[in-house]
Nanobody, 128 residues
Framework: QLQLVESGGGLVQPGGSLRLSCAAS????????IGWFRQAPGKEREGVSC????????NYADSVKGRFTISRDNAKNTVYLQMNSLKPEDTAVYYC?????????????????????WGQGTQVTVSS
């Protein structure tokens, strides 16, 4: 059974940091582009950051550039999202997704497609 499990979310004060992890089971992440998406209450799901299969290409939403870093460890079958300088507007449920198609990281992040494999999400709350 293909499964993605996110972890690392929680409550953090503005300016703080969190590292999200996305672990895969039942399949090997090497063959997939991976993206982090988020959805805040009342808003559409949006792409935060995406990384190519080998990690050579990355994409970031303008709102997180310079604060978030995506990385992957294919040996551990895990993708990470390091989030620094967190802001209240970063509050959302964060989802990771695996894209089985061959597309650019920009294209992957632009649209949260139903054809991706999705995790169940992890809540990130930034509040004082």
């Amino acid at each position: 059974q293909l499964q993605l499990v996110e972890s690392g979310g929680g409550l953090v004060q503005p300016g703080g940091s969190l590292r999200l992890s996305c672990a895969a089971s039942g399949f090997t992440l090497d063959y997939y582009g991976i993206g982090w998406f988020r959805q805040a209450p009342g808003k559409e799901r949006e792409g935060v950051s995406c990384i190519s299969r080998r990690g050579g290409s990355t994409n970031y939403a303008d709102s997180v550039k310079g604060r978030f870093t995506i990385s992957r460890d294919n040996a551990k079958n895990t993708v990470y999202l390091q989030m620094n300088s967190l802001k209240p507007e970063d509050t959302a449920v964060y989802y990771c997704a695996a894209d089985p198609s061959i597309r650019t990281v920009q294209s992957m992040c632009a649209t949260p497609r139903g054809g991706y494999y999705w995790g169940q999400g992890t809540q990130v709350t930034v509040s004082s």
